[in-house]
């Protein structure tokens, strides 16, 4: 024992609590930089900030940090995607079943124009038809928070958080049945093929209806105070994305479920209704500084040709099928188009995906996220841009003047 | 400008008909929605009667019955243009409600209706026009000329009290339990041209005072003044504006019917001359209705006497009797009568929800639900979710 061994190692080990507030802090900035020059969402600041200082720029965080810094971006999604999951309310789908044909519509469309366009493009059938189940859904996160940050409301709004949380339910269903197929090109045993979809899809559920069961409870318990189910639900958010963790479920299927039945089962309106809000807003910087880190750069180069065909073929698709049905809901003239832009953004848990799917088959991965993740990157960067223009022009962002 | 529309149009005998200003609520947390213009579009698309209008702000939708005879035709349209409203809001998944006031919307989130003439309100009002995001009912009652309405403007302003307390439900205001029945009415008092008709006797001298305050240019039309009755003379009616919007169709109609039979009694039976006293006793009167509704105690300048409103309402409702019959209110007032005298005011009932409740959020959804038809209102109690 030396004399100075009260003093911490040398090169110092960053904790991840200072790791998150590092995070915190550089996107902070970078959003607000990015939003005060060029006037556009401030995610797009948190995205570049990210790959500033990720393997694409400085190459300050490296793989063992984004992985450390994960738990963040799990934390974020968890509540935006149960938020989310709130706002898909099958009694209006009901009503209106125009909405509901939309989504399937433009889901099944951005899939077949994706797949088509890229074979077309000699894209194996194999990754074309993973990188076009992956292509159906629109990021929630972004449409979500640019939602937020404008305190948008109205028909545009509303429809397009709902055709996202069907887009996001159809991608990730399309993409665990395809895991099948994975699984049997990969030559695995039956039991995976058959057992392994089985077992994400039921267990996601399952594990939805659990928590929602505890949340229902625990709120008609504690009686209508803001306070008490705000701290309960968000504890039942971190248990439960902890729990789809351990137990190899999907967080996204999860949480959306999750979202989804504690609106739709809570038929006595025990519940009280609240935005997750300013808490939510901290951890989603730290999501988009991450997903921005975790982008490379030099894949852009190697699957940017094909990611610019997905991207075109995807936005194709879901045009060809808002702009079909839309009309029928009875909704101004114009909103079909506003609604197109606002599912451009490509859902960052694509790169999960990619991420499970790398760990599963390593080749196979690499070979996926040179074009999806080149697509996630484009997009990421415009989608925003996308999303706060039709919101804008729909009219829906709240304005700043009395 | 005035010449055209200040002539006061005669209208034929005692004819009714009702605005409803309505609240859009979103079927999230059931705070206001913003969704007035798709609303407004969905229903150009579909055929109902009567019209759906825009209001100041994009959370409020103004629906207009047609002239009625009685309550019974009154009553039977408003059902059916609810009912298009209704279907319309369903669709784009909002809820439309009744009530004077929302129970917890921040005004400041309230976004103007884009029209000239609102943008105008909001650049002279500031942000009053955003708090003027308040729902009230309108009754327009037909006069056959200008002097009788402004006989009518005077001898109804005595009753303003009743109508106060009949309709009172706005008891929350941004989040809060204000203690009065009727908290509406303190946010339109704050607009520099609210308050009552100056003592004129006759339509000459109403044109005469008209004219001057044209001319000092305070005003251009009538729809500047925002008094509690005021003349309509494009209309040919006197219209009420001091209800709240109640939670249903069917108490909106019972009123009009109580406003349509107590016209009918003033211009035929001529019971009392204009009296400078109900404008002395006017703002005490005014607020024992908007504090206490019922249970209130107004100076009637007539007898010179304190009278308990609820009594006061009970004795009208006795006088005006016949007419209510000839006009064929007669069951609709009995109805009204009941309410009266069980002390069931839609304040009480919206308090209630919050006890039984304990949340705002509920309050707005149940509110929604009454108005829409979807829950019935049974003897006021608070139903079983």
């Known amino acids: ?402 | 400008m005035s010449g055209e529309e200040m002539i006061f149009k005669p209208s034929p005998g005692l004819s009714v008909g009702v605005e409803l200003e309505l609240q859009i609520l979103n079927s999230r947390d059931f705070d206001l929605a913003r969704d007035a213009a798709d609303l407004l579009g969905l229903l150009e698309k579909t055929a109902h009667p009567g019209a759906v209008k825009p209001e100041i702000t994009e959370s409020m939708v103004e629906l207009n019955s047609s002239i009625h005879g009685n309550h019974e035709t009154l009553l039977t349209e408003l059902k059916a243009i609810r009912d298009a409203i209704t279907q319309a809001a369903r669709r784009l998944n909002v809820r439309i409600a009744g009530g004077g006031s929302h129970a917890f919307h921040q005004w400041a989130d309230r976004r103007i209706y884009p029209t000239e003439r609102f943008n105008h309100l909001l650049s002279l009002y500031g942000y009053l026009a955003k708090q003027f995001t308040i729902f009230g009912q309108h009754v327009h009652l037909g006069c056959p000329d200008g002097d009788a309405a402004v006989y009518l403007t005077h001898i109804l302003s005595r009753y303003v009290p009743h109508f106060i307390a009949l309709s009172a439900s706005s008891p929350f205001q941004q989040g809060e339990d204000t203690a009065y029945q009727s908290s509406r009415l303190n946010t339109v008092s704050a607009f520099p041209l609210s308050g009552q008709i100056p003592f004129v006797q006759s339509w000459a001298e109403f044109l005469e005072y008209f004219e001057k305050m044209r001319g000092f240019g305070i005003v251009e039309g009538m729809k500047d003044f925002y008094w509690d009755i005021r003349p309509k003379p494009e209309f040919g009616t006197v219209e009420i504006r001091v209800f709240d919007t109640p939670l249903t169709v069917e108490r909106a109609a019972l009123i009009a019917a109580y406003a349509q039979s107590l016209a009918r009694h003033i211009l035929v039976d001529r019971p009392f001359a204009p009296s400078r006293d109900v404008y002395l006793l006017y703002n005490h009167n005014r607020f024992q209705a908007c504090r206490y509704g019922l249970e209130g105690t107004i100076v009637d300048a007539y007898t010179q006497r304190q009278a308990g409103l609820k009594e006061d309402i009970l004795r009208t409702l006795a006088v005006i009797a016949p007419h209510a019959a000839s006009l064929g209110n007669g069951e609709a007032l009995a109805r009204l009568r009941a309410e009266v005298v069980g002390g069931r005011t839609d304040a009480n009932w919206l308090r209630g929800v919050y006890r039984e409740r304990g949340s705002l959020n509920d309050v707005a959804r149940m509110q929604g639900d009454l108005w829409m038809g979807l829950r019935t209102h049974v003897d006021g109690k608070v139903p079983q979710t």
């Open chain 1, 1 to 402: 024992m030396t004399q100075l061994s009260f003093l911490p190692e040398f090169p110092p080990v960053a904790s991840p609590l200072a790791l998150f507030g590092l995070l915190l802090i550089a996107g902070m900035v970078g959003g607000e930089l990015v939003n005060r020059v060029l006037r556009v969402p401030r995610i797009v600041g948190y995205v570049l900030t990210g790959m500033f200082l990720g393997a694409s720029g400085l190459g300050l965080l490296d793989a063992q940090q984004i992985k450390e810094a994960w738990i963040f971006v799990d934390i974020a999604l968890g509540m935006v995607l149960f938020e989310l999951g709130r706002r898909l309310d099958f009694t209006w789908l009901r009503r209106d079943p125009w909405l509901a044909a939309t989504g399937v519509l433009e889901s099944g469309l951005s899939f077949a124009l994706v797949f088509g366009a890229l074979t077309y493009f000699d894209v194996p059938p194999i990754y074309a038809v993973v990188a076009a189940s992956i292509a159906i859904a629109t990021s929630p996160v972004v449409v979500m928070v640019v939602a937020q940050e404008l305190k948008a409301e109205g028909q545009v709004t509303e429809r397009a958080l709902n055709l996202v949380a069907i887009n996001s339910v159809i991608a990730f269903v399309a993409a665990t049945m395809l895991l099948a197929w994975l699984h049997h090109e990969y030559q695995a045993g039956w039991q995976t093929i058959v057992l392994h979809p089985v077992y994400l899809l039921t267990g996601s559920l399952g594990l939805g209806f659990l928590a929602t069961g505890m949340l229902l409870l625990l709120s008609r318990w504690l009686g209508k105070t803001g306070r008490g189910h705000f701290v309960v639900t968000l504890a039942l958010v971190l248990v439960t994305v902890g729990l789809a963790r351990t137990l190899e479920l999907s967080v996204v299927l999860v949480l959306l479920a999750f979202g989804v039945m504690s609106k739709n089962l809570d038929e006595r309106h025990d519940l009280m209704p609240f935005e997750i809000g300013r808490v939510g807003e901290i951890f989603v910087v730290v999501l988009f500084v991450v997903s921005g880190a975790s982008l490379h750069l030099d894949g852009l180069i190697e699957g940017g040709t094909l990611a610019l065909v997905l991207i075109l073929a995807r936005f194709a698709g879901k045009s060809a099928g808002v702009l079909a049905l839309t009309y029928f809901s009875g909704v101004r003239r114009g909103t079909a188009g506003l609604l197109c832009l606002a599912l451009t953004p490509m859902s960052g848990m694509a790169i999960s995906i990619v991420q499970n799917t790398t760990q599963l088959y390593p080749e196979f991965g690499a070979k996926l996220a040179a074009i999806v993740l080149s697509a996630v990157l484009i997009l990421e960067l415009i989608g925003p841009v996308a999303v706060q223009f039709a919101l804008k022009r729909a009219g829906e962002a709240k304005d700043e003047a009395v």
